[in-house]
């Protein structure tokens, strides 16, 4: 398998380095979110303090969504996390095929049930007038459009970045030797997501999942016209693609490929074609020293 052999060359065996690694990641995470956060909360942009219960919605949605698919698919609901996953080797490319069109659809025909539902809700609010952008805009209810003072370049920094850590935070939720119960592994996803729309909400509302945001957009075409498609489109695709990518990659190589197994389930690779032993006591403290 590809993360175990890579893991087999990258691994780092002074548990100092290991421990400095990861103090190292952990506070990089904790400054990344949190200042983000207090940043959204200094500049201005007041309506933004609003988020904080579509965070938690948000949140909530990942978690039963990850939860209902997980035993069937991996619970991906997302094809920037199946491409990370599929440079991983842990699925394969027609696996990621399969998983991209079906989450597409999904999202499709989940904004086609959300605009049936609030239809007449958005006539009143809009007097029938759909638009996008302005006092009156609805598209804004089903894809991510960018606030005024974003430019292109700085929003694909912004979906790179909010789509690296998310997945990051995923790839350590599910690696097997972190020992996460699969129960909780779906409200771990749902508390990240949280953490990210807290940090990465203010400049164009983090959607991080490429179906999410193009399929929406192309129901909402059928009702706003060819207006959705502005110059930003290709953000929340291309970026979250990218950004999950790297944010896997990071994870192993920072973490993943140097976290040991539990204590009863640790083993040492050894040279040539000499096969894995339980790693003992011994070994342990030769390890470290």
């Not at 991983?88 to 079906?102: E, L, N």
């Not at 399929?215 to 498609?229: D, E, H, N, S």
């Not at 339980?278 to 030769?286: F, I, W």
Request: net charge neutral; proline share 5%.
């Amino acid at each position: 398998m590809v993360l175990d052999k890579l893991r087999a060359k990258f691994h780092i065996r002074k548990e100092l380095v290991r421990a400095a690694l990861a103090e190292f990641t952990g506070t990089f995470l904790l400054c990344l979110i949190g200042l983000s956060v207090v940043a959204q909360k200094v500049l201005p942009r007041p309506e933004v303090n609003e988020f904080i219960g579509v965070n938690v919605g948000f949140g909530i949605a990942i978690v039963f969504g990850v939860a209902v698919s997980a035993k069937l698919s991996g619970g991906h609901i997302n094809p920037a996390v199946s491409l990370a996953f599929l440079t991983v080797g842990q699925i394969t490319v027609v696996q990621f095929i399969a998983y991209f069109f079906a989450q597409f659809l999904g999202a499709f025909f989940g904004a086609a049930v959300v605009y049936a539902v609030y239809n007449d809700a958005i006539n009143v609010f809009d007097g029938g007038v759909r638009t996008v952008g302005g006092l009156k805009d609805t598209a804004g209810i089903f894809a991510s459009y960018p606030a005024p003072h974003l430019g292109l370049l700085n929003g694909f920094v912004d979906q790179f970045v909010a789509t690296a850590v998310f997945v990051f935070l995923i790839a350590h939720i599910v690696d097997k030797r972190n020992s996460y119960p699969t129960w909780l592994q779906p409200i771990l996803v749902g508390t990240g997501f949280v953490a990210i729309g807290a940090a990465f909400g203010y400049n164009c509302g983090y959607p991080v999942n490429p179906a999410r945001d193009l399929a929406p957009r192309l129901f909402t075409a059928i009702f706003y016209g060819g207006a959705v498609f502005t110059k930003w489109f290709w953000v929340p695709i291309v970026g979250p693609f990218v950004g999950a990518v790297v944010g896997i990659w990071f994870y192993y190589f920072l973490i993943g490929f140097h976290t040991p197994q539990d204590a009863e389930e640790k083993y040492v690779v050894l040279t040539g074609n000499q096969e894995l032993k339980p790693l003992t006591s011994k070994d342990a403290t030769e390890e470290t020293a």
